[in-house]
């Protein structure tokens, strides 16, 4: 397998997406696809075009499940600095683009506005090998939260999403201060997973 270096992108996050959802196919796309338009600008690019989806109220269905594990696979492989081994029965399910496609476009204008904001910055957080492997467990840590069967409940998806976000934002662009975000977003997400489960077992209990 070959060695992962996460060079500074001379090119935007916002670019690369836009690149990438214009090749979409129109009808249905796989993880390959992806994985291949995404091209020489890697793996932390393609974590935030995995998590646009979870941005917006209107879910895609399959898309947490094939989604959330190509992200694990994607950060295991940045913790163990290799190119990541993707099982074809994941990369090659179709996912219908119909409304994914829509959705990627959304998170692409969003993208652009939150790209002023970031600048390269606090690179104790963003540079050096164990750096890159600490916080690649953080983003399979927050894929796992991705992938809970918590679908119809709020936020449930969009909160993990962020995180991943943020943390594959901060890491490409050398800033720091995102990589923080990312981090206060996998807290916040679990005192909210928190919370549900405790309101599910004050519930559970009221009928005992």
Known sequence: ?????????????????????????AQQTTLRELIQLMGEHGLLFLCILLCVPF???????????????GIILI???ITLNRMPWLPSRLVDRKVETSSLKATLEKGVRLMEKVETFIKPRLFVLTSGAVV???????????????????????????????????????????????????????????????????LGWQAGTAFI
């Open 132 to 198: 890159n492997r600490v916080n690649g467990l953080a983003i399979v840590f927050a894929a796992g939260l991705l992938m809970l069967p918590l679908g119809l409940v709020p936020f449930s998806n969009t909160l993990p999403a962020v995180a991943i976000m943020l943390l594959a934002l901060g890491m490409s662009q050398r800033d720091g201060w995102v990589v923080v975000a990312g981090y206060f977003m996998i807290v916040v997400t679990l005192v909210y997973f928190g919370a549900l489960a405790f």
């Open 55 to 69: 941005l917006f109220p209107v879910s895609v269905p399959g898309v947490s499940t094939v989604f959330g594990a």
């Open 1 to 25: 397998m070959e060695n992962l270096l996460f060079e500074d992108s001379s090119m935007s996050v916002s670019g690369v997406l836009r690149r990438a959802v214009s090749k979409v196919d």
């Open 75 to 77: 950060g295991i492989a």
